[in-house]
């Protein structure tokens, strides 16, 4: 799914004009050290990438899943099209890379309570962030403000919303939480309690501690930290 993704961003122009495709990189071999997809604050991100002009080749290898998706971002970032000849290029090879994030968090919040974000904007800003290699979705669910987040157990909650339409399902968080995933983006989920909480007053006058249980745990189940 990665490759087919990166495939669609790196190569978006028609190079039907070039007549030579046999001189161009063709393949990119692809190997990683670990089979552990667990994503967590620890994952190790580096990757190595060597690219050779002569004879045209390119190898990424990833210490996890996560670290070849960094190294296919810089590699899409580093082929550029050139629009006076029609061909894809990359300036300055041959290239040998070695890279790992200084920093473990790397991160972006979104504050849906106070501003709904509908489920495709969420899922451009996941994509603008895996361009930047940010690693973590600060996601501020609820707040005074509105409380748009689905409770199967106390499923009048989210009357807290602004609208009826401006609401995420259960199966929406997880789909969020899927696609970050996929992007290597961990979606770290903040409920604030039991201050802020004027719109769970919509239904409840008086938080029982039990609720706030609930709602911790219903985090767990949807797979957000």
């Given at each position: 799914?990665?490759?087919?993704?990166?495939?669609?961003?790196?190569?978006?122009?028609?190079?039907?004009?070039?007549?030579d495709v046999?001189?161009?990189?063709?393949?990119?071999?692809?190997?990683?050290?670990s089979e552990?997809?667990?994503?967590?604050?620890?994952?190790?991100?580096s990757y190595?990438?060597?690219?050779?002009?002569?004879?045209?080749?390119?190898?990424?290898?990833?210490?996890?899943?996560?670290?070849?998706?960094?190294?296919?971002?810089?590699?899409?970032?580093?082929?550029?099209?050139?629009?006076?000849?029609?061909?894809?290029?990359?300036?300055?090879?041959?290239?040998?890379?070695?890279?790992?994030?200084?920093?473990?968090?790397?991160?972006?919040?979104?504050?849906?309570?106070?501003?709904?974000?509908?489920?495709?904007?969420?899922?451009?800003?996941?994509?603008?962030?895996?361009?930047?290699?940010?690693?973590?979705?600060?996601?501020?669910?609820?707040?005074?403000?509105?409380?748009?987040?689905?409770?199967?157990?106390?499923?009048?909650?989210?009357?807290?919303?602004?609208?009826?339409?401006?609401?995420?399902?259960?199966?929406?968080?997880?789909?969020?939480?899927?696609?970050?995933?996929?992007?290597?983006?961990?979606?770290?989920?903040?409920?604030?309690?039991?201050?802020?909480?004027?719109?769970?007053?919509?239904?409840?006058?008086?938080?029982?501690?039990?609720?706030?249980?609930?709602?911790?745990?219903?985090?767990?189940?949807?797979?957000?930290?």
């Amino acid at each position: 799914m990665a490759f087919e993704r990166y495939l669609g961003l790196i190569f978006s122009h028609s190079n039907s004009r070039d007549p030579d495709v046999q001189k161009m990189l063709s393949v990119m071999t692809v190997t990683i050290d670990s089979e552990d997809e667990s994503l967590q604050l620890e994952t190790d991100e580096s990757y190595r990438l060597e690219i050779s002009a002569f004879p045209p080749s390119a190898h990424l290898q990833g210490a996890t899943v996560y670290g070849a998706l960094r190294g296919l971002e810089t590699f899409s970032q580093l082929v550029t099209y050139n629009f006076l000849s029609g061909k894809y290029q990359i300036q300055n090879a041959s290239l040998s890379i070695h890279d790992k994030p200084r920093f473990p968090h790397r991160g972006l919040m979104i504050d849906t309570s106070r501003h709904f974000e509908p489920i495709m904007t969420i899922r451009k800003i996941i994509d603008s962030m895996s361009y930047a290699k940010l690693n973590v979705l600060h996601w501020h669910v609820v707040d005074s403000q509105s409380f748009p987040m689905q409770s199967l157990s106390y499923p009048k909650l989210w009357n807290g919303a602004y609208t009826r339409q401006e609401r995420y399902t259960v199966d929406d968080a997880r789909g969020i939480v899927e696609y970050a995933r996929q992007r290597g983006i961990r979606v770290l989920a903040e409920f604030d309690m039991p201050g802020h909480a004027a719109s769970w007053c919509v239904v409840c006058t008086v938080l029982p501690s039990a609720l706030v249980t609930t709602m911790q745990i219903e985090s767990s189940v949807v797979g957000i930290s």
